[in-house]
């Protein structure tokens, strides 16, 4: 599956680009990786899983790494990528889907950098997708959902596919329990309104959701904000990073994915000559990348007859019987 360029990003505020280095260990040919992320790596969530990567191939490879925080603006994007480009450096990670467009315009004019595109299922030419199946433990989340609630919402950041296709699961999951289960959907628009997450959430608890599943890069922790003070027996799961601190009587499990040792591996690869031949995508047969937990220390935890469900379930997506999503 190709997801063709142009495909839905507009632009928006012209972007505050702040670029860093980090210390590297120095080869006789030293690898070069630059990352953007759409926000502040300092935030715990989808721009640190980034950043831990870009960590990753720093600490097991020997690379000189920078990086680049941008917001929401296809034209910051390019300059990003032709100034990375230009410099020489060997690999510059898009982390995130809304970075493909870009990158499709720009590898042309650099056709000795490889382009590497997070939540992307592309491969053209030195353009190369690296998707984390989310709707794949997002499946897991909705059969609990199901075998739990009443009634589940889901608020997402913008309607991109990373997001859609982790609702899709989701919905899968619930519905392969409860074929009529109830499942409310809202998008904010963004990635970083915080205070619209957390209102899409009450909104949404007030109509009677007990099972919420918040997914908006770093405006997700409004949605556990909204979980943990609406003193509501509202369950929900930690996604990409630990929330439980915010919601620590709601977070039923985590689900976080190591993406540094797949992003790791590729770089690999391209260090060593062999640029791959197609996107990759890692997901539940890969327990190195992805992993979901339940929690034990939670008022109310997920109880052991549904916990032997999903690994049931677990299992049979990762012999590949189970399809959490359409391909």
Known sequence: MTITRRSYIAGMAVAAAVTMSLPTAVWAETLKMGLLVPGSVSEEGWNRIGYNALK?????????????????NPASFEKAFRDYASQGYDIILGHGFEFQDSALDVAPDYPDTVFLISSSHIYEDNVIGLNTDTSQPFYLMGVVAAKMGKKA??????????????????????????????????????????????EAALSMIAQGVDFLMPNASGAT??????????????????????????????????????????????????????????????????????????????????????????????AKIAAGEIQTRAR
Request: hydrophobic share 40%.
């Open 153 to 198: 919402g889901l608020v997402g950041g913008m309607e991109i596919p990373p997001i859609q296709q982790a609702f899709e699961g989701f919905k899968n999951g619930a519905r392969s329990v409860d074929p009529e289960f109830p499942i409310s959907e809202a998008y904010i628009g963004n990635f970083s309104d915080t205070t619209a997450t957390k």
């Open 56 to 72: 990753g191939v720093e600490e097991q490879l020997g690379a000189q790494v920078s990086y680049v925080e941008l917001q929401q």
């Open 221 to 314: 922790i409004g949605g556990y904000q909204a979980i943990a003070e609406a003193g509501k027996n509202v369950g929900t799961f930690s996604i990409f990073s630990d929330f439980t601190e915010v919601a620590p009587d709601h977070i039923l499990g985590l689900y976080v994915a190591d993406y540094a040792q797949g992003v790791v591996k590729v770089a690999r690869m391209i260090q060593q000559g062999d640029v791959p031949k197609q996107n990759y995508e890692f997901g539940l047969k890969d327990p190195e990348v992805m992993k979901f937990t339940f929690r034990d220390d939670v008022k109310n935890p997920v109880p052991a007859d549904v916990r032997a469900a999903v690994e049931e379930v677990r």
